[in-house]
């Protein structure tokens, strides 16, 4: 046990997972352990990509570390599911853990990186539980948790930037897949499949030239549909391009967070527009994705 700001933290166990220290759990048993200790209703080991799940058993092992009302149990976006990483994270540092945690494999749902975390996670729980009682579903005060292969494959960066983890990230642009004029496109459709043409003849619903306007409406809109979904591509690339620069000038402030010049860039980096409030969550966050390095590098070739 260690005091932090007057308080006395309790420091964990730290384990090592490799094929030669455990005796790796299956499948099916390692979700009958998941199931039954916070009496959930995962069919898949991938569902354990929001992190929920995890979040609640570091609660269980540690409950002043972590506090539930940040977690994001009944959600299939993939930025929130970084915000349960991000929760445990920091709250595993509370307690003396530094473990490289591949976030962003993590949330994309593969089945052999959230299997391998597991089995660490397993062993790291085992080490560290005294077995007192919990109430699971006391502890989530309610929150509905969802389940299934919607869980496991969280929607494209269309939806929601995939690369979101700080209060950065959600206040940049979110580009919306256009619905509205694809259903506007359907609705003449239903009007072209009225006529029946039993003898050659357009039945009287629709004369020819209102099916010609039809067509010619349909044919324009599927244009504008085309335009559209080049322009929210070409949008999503530039967001995530300056993206990454934010995200590498805020994980370089934080390491010199007392200079007050620093104080003040990152004041201004984390200012929040009028009537927008981010989710709660701590200041840290996860080291930055790779595939961002990447594109940083590229782009500095290209000049």
């Known amino acids: 046990r260690i005091f932090r700001n007057s308080e006395v933290v309790e420091m964990a166990v730290n384990v090592f997972h490799t094929s030669s220290t455990t005796d790796s759990l299956s499948r099916q048993d390692m979700l009958q ?19 929920a799940a995890y979040c609640q058993f570091l609660h269980l092992l540690f409950p002043d570390t972590i506090s539930l009302k940040k977690v994001k149990f ?5 930025h929130e599911y970084i915000n349960n990483w991000k929760v445990l994270q920091v709250a595993l540092k509370k307690v003396g853990i530094e473990k ?10 593969r089945f052999q990186d959230n299997f391998e975390f597991v089995q660490w996670f397993k062993k790291f729980f085992d080490a560290n539980y005294d077995g007192h009682e919990y109430d699971p579903v006391g502890a989530r005060e ?35 897949p256009v619905t509205a004029p694809a259903r506007v496109v359907k609705a003449p459709a239903a009007k072209v499949a009225a006529p029946v ?25 599927q244009g504008q549909i085309a335009e559209l979904e080049v322009t929210v591509q070409s949008l999503e690339t530039e967001r995530d391009f300056y993206f990454g620069k934010l995200r590498d000038i805020e994980v370089v402030c934080q390491q010199s967070e007392d200079d007050p010049l620093i104080k003040q860039i990152l004041e201004i980096m ?10 709660e969550g701590d200041p840290e966050v996860p080291p930055p994705d790779e595939g961002y390095e990447q594109q940083e590098e590229v782009e500095q070739d290209e000049y």
């Open 33 to 51: 352990w998941i199931n039954q200790s916070l009496q959930l209703n995962y069919t898949k080991i991938e569902e354990m990509c929001s992190g």
């Open 74 to 78: 009944a959600t299939r976006l993939e």
């Open 100 to 109: 490289p945690i591949a976030v962003e494999k993590l949330v994309k749902g």
């Open 142 to 176: 309610g929150q509905s948790v969802v389940t299934g292969d919607s869980l496991a494959k969280p929607p494209t960066s269309a939806a929601a930037p995939a690369k979101a983890s700080s209060g950065i990230a959600r206040q940049v642009a979110k580009p919306k």
């Open 197 to 221: 043409k039993s003898s050659g003849v357009v039945a009287p619903s629709a004369s020819s030239g209102e099916l010609k306007n039809l067509q010619e409406e349909n044919q324009r809109l």
């Open 270 to 279: 984390y200012a929040t527009a009028d009537g927008f409030s981010p989710p």
